[in-house]
Structures are given as C-alpha cells and as structure tokens.
C-alpha cells in the first residue's frame, strides 16, 4: 500500500546547482499537490495540479516549475538554487479538491549551501 | 479559507484523555473543519472531519460547538505515537479548496509518560 511515495529523501545542493524531486502516487487521485515548511513553519502550497496536463501556481511559486504528463507523477523542478528554497518539501494528492482528506508524502529534505 | 486559532502547546499522561481545542469564529456555512497530524519528520496525516455533528472515527472523535465557532479535537487515550503537531484547517465544501488550505503553526501535543 505506497500511497504517495517521495524521492529523495534527503539532498544538499550549492546555490545555483538544479533538481527535480520526484513525487509518484499509486491511488489514481487526480489532484496533487506540493507543498515546502519551513523549520517550526506551517505548509506553503507551491503548486498544485487538477489532473494531467493541468498545473497552477499556489503561495510560493517562484523560483519552482511542475509538470504532470501522467496522473500517478507530479515532479516538481528546482532551478538556481537558492539558500531560501532549504526547506522540507511535500507532496500530497486528494480524489478530489474539496472534502477528501490530502494523503501525503513523508517528505524530501533539501539543504542548499 | 477562514482563519483558525490553536493553542500553541498542550501536554497530557499517557493513557489519559485529550482534549485539543481550536475556535474558528468566522466559520462560514459551507466550511468542513478538518483536522490533520504531523509526526516527527513526517508528512501531515488525516485525522478527521466534520461539518456540523460530532463525528467519531477509529483515530478520534470532533465535537463541534453548535454555533460552529470552536470544535475539539478528543483523542480518547493517549499514547506515546500520538505525540504530533496537530493542525485545525477549514476547508470550503462548496468550492475547489484544497488548493488554498492553510496549515498554521498547529498545537504540540506532548504525552507524558
């Protein structure tokens, strides 16, 4: 039973170096979503995505990039890596966008040097 | 979404029940109250929700206030795993809302043993 499964785990990345985190769920939820907390911090929503081929800009937007070719995977892009992007990212999907609880992943840790 | 208030920190024995308020004054109709958990480094986890009754669910029960303003958070027996940051977010039934939920800062729930 994966659910919303995040890779890496954890990841140090100089400033202005690039990545992708990887987000893949196994539940057929059209609705994904990522977020970044910052240490003792709530969730910012970064981007979200309604369904394949749909994404938009949520909170925090800048200095990420989304793509959704298929439903199960929802990368999220990091260009120029900045120390203000250190954070703790999730990433979450729903069935759909308005009562049905958020499954989440167990997060990727990002240092940026 | 409308805004919720929570105590930042509550403490409670192992074994005893607990009781985490939050009061959401300028909660509208058609906003469910919902409430997640955070484990230590771990993705927030869905506890329950409600709109208007008390609900009960194998995790925990949600009494909410009759004129929907507060609502409590009762989990029945604490354990040491239900140490967590617990957040109380309202999400709008009647629109896309999970792309504007907002986690605040939570309550730290410490169990003692």
């Known amino acids: 039973n994966a659910g919303v499964t995040q890779t890496p785990k954890f990841r140090i990345l100089k400033i202005g170096q690039s990545m992708t985190l990887q987000c893949t769920q196994d539940?057929?939820?059209?609705?994904m979503y990522w977020y970044r907390q910052d240490p003792g911090m709530g969730l910012k929503l970064i981007y979200y995505s309604v369904g394949a081929g749909i994404t938009d800009k949520g909170e925090v937007p800048n200095g990420y990039n989304v793509s959704r070719s298929t439903t199960e995977d929802f990368p999220l892009r990091l260009e120029l890596a900045a120390p203000s992007q250190t954070s703790v990212y999730f990433c979450a999907s729903s069935y759909e966008d308005r009562v049905s609880p958020l499954h989440f992943g167990n997060g990727t840790r990002l240092t940026v040097t | 979404d409308a805004k919720t208030t929570q105590p930042n920190s509550m403490e409670s024995n192992e074994e005893e029940p607990v009781h985490l308020p939050c009061n959401h004054s300028?909660?509208?109709?058609?906003?469910?109250i919902h409430w997640y958990r955070q484990l230590p480094s771990q993705g927030p986890e869905y506890v329950i929700h409600?709109?208007?009754s008390n609900v009960n669910n194998r995790m925990a029960s949600l009494a909410i206030a009759e004129d929907r303003k507060s609502s409590t958070l009762i989990l029945h027996r604490a354990t040491l795993r239900d140490a967590a940051v617990y957040y109380c977010i309202l999400r709008d039934g009647s629109s896309g809302s999970a792309r504007q939920l907002t986690f605040g800062s939570g309550t730290q729930l410490t169990v003692l043993p």
């Open positions: 300028t909660i509208s109709g058609t906003d469910y």
């Open positions: 409600g709109l208007t």
């Open positions: 539940m057929n939820h059209n609705y």
